[in-house]
């Protein structure tokens, strides 16, 4: 619905569904720094054109989500090297920008692309974004698994569920994940996940600010159960513990090259690459 300012209502967004804006608000800020972390033009076009209260989320001059969509750029860019003509599905997309940005850089224009989120978001998507014909949407939840037969897997097919997976319960989580290696072998599946105490913390949503709290984050694995997923899910071939990449700041820099050090197994956020047979 646009208002009187011309702009998209972004209030239709409720829940875990809002928290894309939260997001949106991060990569875009990001991407008006000159010596910014990401190259996202579509983020700042989508938050001008967005009628919202985006100052309720707090501080959102942040670093971390625009690390993790430099990230998932990069595996998903990696599989499209291989698989110039594969199908990449978005599972509960949100406001992200990532085809654009894919397609803007050096992978070639041959990869198809589907999005998968609740109608709302769909909505706000179709109204505010190009539709390139490689584009599809669903608007479905990613837990109706009807999506699946809408992807064509001859060329290659890699899943992202990216700011996903932590808002289901485990069962509804490992359930998707269990499906998908069951359903695209050959194909990857990429995700992220908090650190496994945030399930704890987070059991009645987390305050960013004063006006806004974070829904619950219910479901967290720790790096040891990640790794077990070659041997807990039928399909997973290999499973990738990923690194973050390199931010701004020597502080931030020493962090990212400590975490993966057995002391932080428990306090450490995870990005997750699986590998299906």
């Not at 991060?26 to 996202?40: N, S």
């Not at 996940?193 to 059991?203: D, I, N, V």
């Not at 513990?241 to 428990?266: C, K, S």
Request: charged share 20%.
């Amino acid at each position: 619905m646009t208002g009187a300012s011309g702009k998209v209502n972004g209030s239709a967004l409720t829940g875990v569904s809002e928290t894309a804006l939260m997001t949106l608000q991060v990569r875009a800020h990001e991407a008006r720094r000159p010596d910014g972390l990401i190259d996202d033009p579509m983020a700042v076009q989508l938050v001008d054109s967005i009628d919202f209260d985006f100052a309720k989320f707090g501080y959102t001059r942040r670093q971390d989500m625009a690390l993790r969509a430099k990230l998932f750029d990069r595996m998903t860019g990696n599989y499209l090297r291989a698989h110039p003509r594969a199908t990449v599905v978005a599972l509960a997309e949100g406001l992200q920008t990532s085809f654009y940005r894919l397609d803007a850089a050096d992978f070639g224009h041959e990869f198809r692309w589907l999005s998968v989120d609740l109608d709302p978001m769909i909505e706000i998507r179709n109204q505010l974004l190009p539709k390139p014909a490689r584009v599809t949407q669903c608007a479905q939840s990613a837990l109706d698994f009807s999506w699946m037969d809408q992807v064509d897997t001859a060329d290659g097919v890699f899943i992202t569920a990216e700011g996903l997976l932590m808002y289901l319960q485990p069962d509804e989580a490992m359930s998707l994940i269990r499906a998908c290696a069951q359903r695209f072998p050959g194909g990857q599946m990429m995700f992220d996940l908090p650190p496994a105490f945030f399930a704890f913390l987070t059991r009645k949503g987390m305050p960013t600010s004063r006006r806004y709290r974070v829904p619950p984050m219910p479901f967290s694995l720790t790096p040891a159960e990640v790794a077990d997923l070659v041997n807990t899910v039928p399909g997973v071939r290999t499973v990738r513990d990923l690194p973050m990449p390199q931010g701004r700041g020597l502080a931030l820099n020493a962090l990212v090259r400590a975490q993966h050090l057995p002391i932080f197994d428990r306090v450490r956020p995870l990005v997750v690459l699986l590998e299906f047979g």
